[in-house]
């Protein structure tokens, strides 16, 4: 990309609560100019005395993307009781810095409201998992990051007792947690990955409520820490010899993302058929390896619904291009994926 045209999104979030409760945020990213910064405030885009760079070429993202950080702060924000028994409300603005590490430190409120909305504030962003470093010139750099919280009391009870119920399901290293689980109790550095599955990724859901017998309608939140990922490792591959991961930090990702996975899928699966003539239909569940190429490998079926449609979707499956492999510690690894495949009958 041109250096003229180059693009720095910075982005903005704002996380409204309801009473004691979060509701849906708002992103905001605001394309500005690299030049015009440069002309403006010309050491904007270079190191303070300690090394932290205000602006810089490809910001730091949380695992996820910005849904993924909603999703953290939403569900672990907590309105203090002082601030809605006073009726405090109102937007604070806090800084951190995301080193070249990905670790969050120097949190620190910069627009403060009430102490104890700022202290709850600088709480939650301080138990962050590890960021995606951003980049300076191809090179991992610290940089400072800038995030609104916008606290905001509605006085309706019922609401309140609603809001607190709707809560996902929480899965930490294979195991469900209770629901007054705070990502707080965690030590943000023992965290391997952190995936969040909303309430529209009903077929995900509903295998996880199939696995583990609990309700999914909120949708759920999956927990690893490093220790754990570490552990689930240790199964080797016969084919390579080498370790085959159940979880790493940086998942397999298909090219274009899940929306091309699904219309690969839909665009060359053939319905059975004998399966069509017997009104045969359902979800065969398979699971294969993604190795550190990219190959596709090891195709099985843990879940089945008759012999011809599990067969036709291995053979899709088998027939995926080359993905995006996974990655562990930085390095390209063999990872285990699930994938339902879905046949309907009209």
Request: charged share 20%; aromatic share 8%; proline share 4%.
């Given at each position: 990309?041109?250096?003229?045209?180059?693009?720095?999104?910075?982005?903005?979030?704002?996380?409204?609560?309801?009473?004691?409760?979060?509701q849906a945020p708002v992103y905001k990213s605001v394309p500005?100019?690299?030049?015009?910064?440069r002309k403006a405030k010309p050491d904007l885009d270079r190191p303070d005395k300690n090394g932290?760079?205000?602006?810089?070429?490809?910001?730091?993202q949380f695992p996820g993307g910005e849904k993924a950080?909603?999703?953290?702060?939403?569900?672990?924000?907590?309105?203090?009781?002082d601030a809605q028994e006073k009726g405090i409300q109102?937007?604070?603005?806090?800084?951190?810095?995301?080193?070249?590490?990905?670790?969050?430190?120097?949190v620190e409120t910069v627009r403060a409201l009430y102490p104890s909305l700022d202290k709850e504030g600088v709480r939650v962003v301080s138990t962050l998992p590890d960021w995606i470093p951003g980049e300076q010139k191809?090179?991992?750099?610290?940089?400072?990051?800038?995030?609104?919280?916008?606290?905001?009391?509605?006085?309706?009870?019922?609401?309140?007792?609603?809001?607190?119920?709707?809560?996902?399901?929480?899965?930490?290293?294979?195991?469900?947690?209770?629901?007054?689980?705070?990502f707080a109790t965690l030590n943000k550095d023992s965290i391997s990955s952190v995936d969040v599955i909303r309430a529209d990724k009903k077929e995900k859901l509903?295998?996880?409520?199939?696995?583990?017998?609990?309700?999914?309608?909120?949708?759920?939140?999956?927990?690893v820490t490093k220790k754990q990922a570490r552990l689930k490792g240790l199964g080797k591959s016969p084919a390579t010899n080498e370790l085959t991961y159940d979880v790493v930090e940086q998942m397999p990702r298909y090219p274009g993302g899940e929306e091309a996975l699904m219309n690969y899928i839909a665009k060359n699966l053939k319905y059975p058929v004998e399966a069509q003539q017997k009104g045969i239909q359902g979800r065969v569940i398979l699971r294969f390896v993604v190795s550190n190429t990219g190959k596709t490998t090891k195709v099985e079926v843990i879940r089945s619904v008759s012999p011809a449609l599990d067969a036709e979707a291995v053979r899709v499956v088998e027939s995926l291009p080359d993905w995006i492999p996974g990655k562990q510690n930085g390095v390209k690894v063999n990872v285990y994926y699930t994938l339902p495949v879905s046949f309907r009958l009209k």
């Open positions: 990309m041109q250096q003229l045209k180059l693009l720095l999104f910075i982005p903005m979030l704002f996380v409204c609560i309801c009473s004691a409760n979060a500005v100019s690299t030049d015009s910064i932290i760079y205000q602006v810089i070429e490809k910001m730091p950080l909603l999703d953290f702060i939403s569900h672990n924000l907590k309105y203090p009781i109102g937007r604070i603005v806090v800084r951190f810095v995301v080193t070249k590490t990905g670790k969050v430190e120097n191809g090179e991992k750099v610290s940089v400072y990051y800038v995030l609104p919280i916008t606290y905001k009391l509605d006085g309706n009870s019922k609401s309140q007792a609603l809001d607190q119920a709707k809560k996902p399901l929480i899965i930490l290293d294979g195991e469900i947690v209770a629901k007054d689980f705070s509903e295998e996880l409520a199939t696995k583990f017998s609990a309700n999914t309608e909120n949708g759920a939140i999956i927990i």
